[in-house]
């Protein structure tokens, strides 16, 4: 049993850290507070290869495994939310074409993301189907050697700036959530359109839009895998990327417990420094002790994927646990800092914002706890 990280991983670590102090920290409340997104710092986290980490080499990718991706997502995290969560939105959008796509497909559709600065999103979730699927609306007819697609989804990431799109649509609404195909869509495709960019409470760095489909013709030849097999193409999707979401809000929990640290080190009252007195001091203590434990769980499952070992219900443990502890450890940062903590001048004000989100996206802790119940009963059933 080995916790270390390799060399390369460390060199990866530290750069990332180099970035996300240098890059994304200093200009983070500004673009939060303009709700705007942040061009220039994307081109530079396209230049050392953070648009493109899951992307295998052989298309011009970085390749990163899933425990590169979680160290790199951690550093991200820590430096601002909302621009990790555009970043690592373009992994999501592209692990369906790395997992399922043919190699004409990975080709045609990966390698130019590669090439440019260029942003991918995931269009799983709409109005009425959040987090059940069997609720989409959206439809792909197919005619000839092609599918018209029609309909809409919704708090798509990178929608409004994303030249492609993995889509999910229903070839067979009478099977609910079997039914539904996924689809690789070019979003300058006649007939695609984008709403307005979302006015959120937290992550605001981030693009996030409603996509509508409106007689969208797209060839055949971008069907992943085969009708009816985009709930598995989903959900093996969302086990990746539920370890990257889980580092993202450790990188967020750590770097609002070291503002709170160094606040209650300074801070004096009573003739002495808060951290001295032990109901701030157990606080600290409880903080630090949960942010490990997150990131432990965060590892394993990354270890687990890594290693080709189905990780569902690790991957839904590390997500719903990191994020409870982002949500917990930004919460107490702001108690802590009192009303310095409340204001916008100081950055828990916005991480405490941030932390929210973590628990919602990518399928709600609810759902991850639904997935957890399904996976340790079924292992009950199987056992009886």
């Excluded at 959900?235 to 539920?242: E, G, I, N, S, V």
């Excluded at 399928?363 to 056992?383: P, Y």
């Amino acid at each position: 049993m080995d916790f270390s990280l390799n060399e390369q991983q460390l060199e990866l670590k530290d750069l990332t850290h180099q970035f996300a102090a240098k890059e994304m920290r200093p200009v983070a409340g500004e673009y939060d507070e303009k709700n705007e997104f942040p061009v220039e710092v994307m081109k530079k986290a396209f230049e050392v290869g953070f648009l493109t980490s899951g992307i295998p080499v052989e298309f011009g990718g970085t390749g990163f495994s899933t425990m590169d991706n979680v160290v790199v997502c951690e550093e991200l995290g820590w430096g601002c939310s909302g621009m990790y969560t555009s970043m690592m939105a373009n992994t999501l959008a592209t692990t369906p074409i790395v997992l399922f796509g043919t190699e004409e497909q990975k080709k045609e559709f990966l390698t130019p993301l590669t090439r440019e600065m260029s942003f991918a999103c995931f269009g799983l979730t709409e109005r009425e189907a959040g987090s059940d699927n069997s609720m989409i609306r959206t439809t792909a007819v197919k005619n000839g050697d092609h599918y018209i697609i029609n309909g809409s989804k919704t708090f798509i990431t990178n929608a409004g700036i994303a030249k492609l799109g993995v889509i999910f649509a229903s070839t067979d609404p009478s099977r609910g959530a079997r039914g539904l195909s996924a689809f690789i869509v070019p979003m300058d495709t006649p007939g695609v359109s984008v709403g307005k960019h979302e006015n959120k409470m937290g992550h605001r760095a981030s693009n996030t839009a409603e996509i509508y489909l409106d007689e969208v013709k797209i060839p055949a030849t971008n069907l992943l895998k085969r009708e009816g097999f985009g709930f598995i193409i989903a959900m093996k999707t969302l086990d990746f990327a539920r370890p990257a979401v889980g580092a993202g809000a450790v990188g967020l929990a750590r770097a609002a417990y070291e503002e709170a640290l160094k606040y209650a080190q300074n801070r004096v009252q009573f003739g002495k420094p808060i951290a001295s007195f032990q109901y701030n001091a157990f606080k600290l203590a409880e903080m630090i002790t949960e942010i490990e434990g997150a990131r432990l769980l965060v590892y394993r499952s990354a270890w687990m994927l890594d290693n080709n070992m189905k990780a569902s219900k690790e991957s839904a443990m590390a997500k719903v646990v990191a994020t409870d502890v982002a949500m917990k450890v930004t919460t107490e940062a702001v108690q802590l800092m009192g009303g310095y903590g409340y204001m916008k001048e100081y950055p828990v004000e916005k991480m405490m914002r941030d932390a929210k989100l973590f628990q919602i996206y990518e399928g709600t802790n609810e759902i991850q706890k639904h997935v957890i119940s399904l996976e340790i009963l079924g292992s009950m059933k199987n056992i009886g």
